[in-house]
Structures are given as C-alpha cells and as structure tokens.
C-alpha cells in the first residue's frame, strides 16, 4: 500500500497552531495529558502539514516520539535526515540537538512524550532548520 | 463516519502474543521503546481483538494510555466502564486497580508508556475480568 492510499489523520479537535517563533510551516498541538503529579509525564499530539517542521531544539530530560499517521523526518545534529514512519519510536537522549516534521509531500503525526516534567526546562528552542538543511534528505 | 467504516489497524510487525496468564482473548504487544537510561520510559504498541482484555491490575509507578485505532473500554475498580475513543488519553495513578481492553465488537489499539522505569515494578497482575464485569458497560 504505497503513502497516498493510507489513512491520513485528521487535525484533532481542540489542537492549536504551534508558535511561528519555533516551527517552520503550519503545525497542530493538542495537550493529550498535561503536567501532573501521577506519572509526571505529558503527552502531546502534533500534526505537521507538509514541508512544516520545528526549530533546532533540545530536551533537557529527554522525549519520546512515536509516529501515529503519515511519514515524517526526524535529524540529529551531525546525522542525515532519517524517516519515521507510522508506528515507529524514536526516544531522544536529553540535550541532544535534533528536529522533527513532515516530509515535503504529506501531513505527519507523531504523539510527543516528556519525561519527569518536574524537573522544569521541558525544551530548549535553538535556530530554525533552513531550506537547505530540511531539503537535505536522501533516501 | 461510524466505527466500522474507520480504518482498522493492522497488527504491528514483531508483535508478541500476550500471555494468557494476565489476558482475557488474543491481544498482541509489541515493545516500541524498551528500558533505557535516557528517557527511563518504555513505550509499547498493544492491539486487543474483540472481547479481549487484561486483568485487573496496577502499575506502582502509574501508566498513560493513548488509544491509537478503534474505541476501547477502560475501568478503575468502583466505576462504571468507560470508553476510550481513537485520540484520546488516560493517566492512571500509581497502585489504581483497572483493567483495558477491547470492546466485544472491534479491534482495539492503544500505546502504554510506563515512567519512571528504573524504580522497578512496572506491573502488578490480579485477578481477570470476569464476563459479569465485562459485559456492565452501559452507554
């Protein structure tokens, strides 16, 4: 079943378009759990419509990311571009500089989860990923 | 566009057949982030067939759920059974007594991300979930 003939998720209800001071594009946030003392863990749904992606960025604790409808990019500092296709998981070392989004030709969602979000500092925003590095891809 | 008209996710590649020591049914788990030190999360894809559920049980250091394909039902011990629909999230308390699983009339998946994994005791099996409390849903 090639991509264009898979499902492609709706925008949630109740998301939010994400900050143009950290993403490139048009993107969707939905808080699906939010700060709280049980698991101290949030989780959130982004959808990325395409050519959208968000800025260079760490995560002081860490997050995971899990790919829940399309194919997206996801890129370490110094790393090629790889894919994350749906049902794939990418969990993310604190501090490590990276970025995620859509692919040029379709929308992606991947649910966004932070750890021991007590501990504060949730992310740190760096400079947005530029045409040339986000057309760098190569599969 | 009524639930049987959605698209049904497949079984996810490498998935493992849960044990029936602690299932009810056919129901499939596959691990999508195993323990690690960065994130101390483990994420993991289960999908129940129809009439499928796991035992009652708690998680000492709490659990999410998201369900990712097809309604589900959720219950804590003294509630009613609820449902949880394609999108939505659960955060349970650490030592909850609840049980998960599919509805009798569809395929449901659902992630389960587990904090806080170096504390140990992810899981704490009971008793299974009888037919009696299986079939209470009202809606």
Redesign the interface.
């Known amino acids: 079943m090639s991509q264009t003939e898979k ?1 492609q998720k709706a925008i ?1 209800e109740g998301a939010t378009q994400a900050s143009s001071d950290y993403f490139t594009g048009i993107a969707w946030i939905k808080a ?2 939010p700060p ?1 003392d ?4 949030t ?1 959130s ?1 982004v959808t990325f419509e395409p050519g959208a992606r968000n800025n260079w960025h760490t995560h002081p ?4 990311l ?1 790919a ?1 409808s399309g194919t997206g990019y996801y890129q370490e500092l110094g790393k090629p571009i790889q894919l994350l296709r749906e ?3 990418v ?4 501090d490590l500089v990276h970025w995620h989004g859509a692919t040029p030709d379709g929308r992606f969602t991947h ?1 966004a ?1 932070n ?2 979000v007590s501990k504060g500092g949730a992310v740190v925003w760096l400079h947005a990923v530029t045409d040339e590095e986000y057309y760098s891809y190569q599969s």
């Open positions: 499902h949630p699906l759990v709280n049980q698991t101290d863990c989780v749904d604790n860490g997050q995971i899990v829940t049902g794939e998981a969990n993310i070392a604190p649910l989860i750890p021991n």
